[in-house]
T-cell receptor, first 115, second 114 residues
Framework: AQTVTQSQPEMSVQEAETVTLSCTYD???????LFWYKQPPSRQMILVIR??????QNATENRFSVNFQKAAKSFSLKISDSQLGDTAMYFC????????????FGTGTRLKVLA | NAGVTQTPKFRILKIGQSMTLQCTQD?????MYWYRQDPGMGLKLIYY???????DKGEVPNGYNVSRSTTEDFPLRLELAAPSQTSVYFC?????????????FGEGSWLTVV
């Protein structure tokens, strides 16, 4: 069975500092996609970053970057220069390109950025 | 560019009542999903659809029904509402997994059963 694990239920970081959120997954598939979604208090789900498993280069989007370690099945999110608006729940998600087309989400990490 | 639209945004139901959450997307996506999110928890898949006329159960389908008569619409029906169905419901859609692959969410529907 495919699973996604986020082992940090809550984290906090000082404004302007860097924080890393961890995510591990379990799959026997070789072709898949990984995502980080942000859910602010409004509850809207916002795509932060996406990584294709066949690409070795780590994805980056402005202050957000990932450390994708395929062999270790690890997909951590680094947020640089943290801002108060980054306060949110962050979900790691996974989908593989064959089979049942179901996105699998982790249980989330609640991040609080402190002023 | 509307994306995924859900209605209603808020609803209070009495135990035993029924209702339908509407979901429509204008991106011509084949894949559509319904998730529920209980307070402080992650997303649980209720039902999904890979195209018009095709639906399948997710992790927590009991107490719900869906239909997919068109590509655009994927309504979720709650029959005989129970307090355990108090949750936030998200509809989502995506292209096929070998294409863009990003899943797009609606803004959520807050449902309280009293």
């Amino acid at each position: 069975a495919q699973t996604v694990t986020q082992s940090q239920p809550e984290m906090s970081v000082q404004e302007a500092e860097t924080v890393t959120l961890s995510c591990t997954y379990d799959t026997s598939e070789s072709n898949y996609y990984l995502f980080w979604y942000k859910q602010p208090p409004s509850r809207q789900m916002i795509l932060v970053i996406r990584q294709e498993a066949y690409k070795q280069q780590n994805a980056t989007e402005n202050r957000f970057s990932v450390n994708f370690q395929k062999a270790a099945k690890s997909f951590s999110l680094k947020i640089s220069d943290s801002q108060l608006g980054d306060t949110a729940m962050y979900f790691c998600a996974f989908i593989y390109t064959s089979g049942t087309y179901k996105y699998i989400f982790g249980t989330g990490t609640r991040l609080k950025v402190l002023a | 560019n509307a994306g995924v639209t859900q209605t209603p945004k808020f609803r209070i139901l009495k135990i035993g009542q029924s209702m339908t959450l509407q979901c429509t997307q204008d991106m011509n996506h084949n894949y559509m999903y319904w998730y529920r999110q209980d307070p402080g928890m992650g997303l649980k898949l209720i039902y999904y659809s890979v195209g018009a006329g095709i639906t399948d159960k997710g992790e927590v389908p009991n107490g719900y029904n869906v239909s997919r008569s068109t590509t655009e619409d994927f309504p979720l029906r709650l029959e005989l509402a129970a307090p355990s169905q108090t949750s936030v419901y998200f509809c989502a859609s995506s292209t096929s997994p070998d294409r863009e692959n990003t899943i797009y969410f609606g803004e959520g529907s807050w449902l309280t059963v009293v």
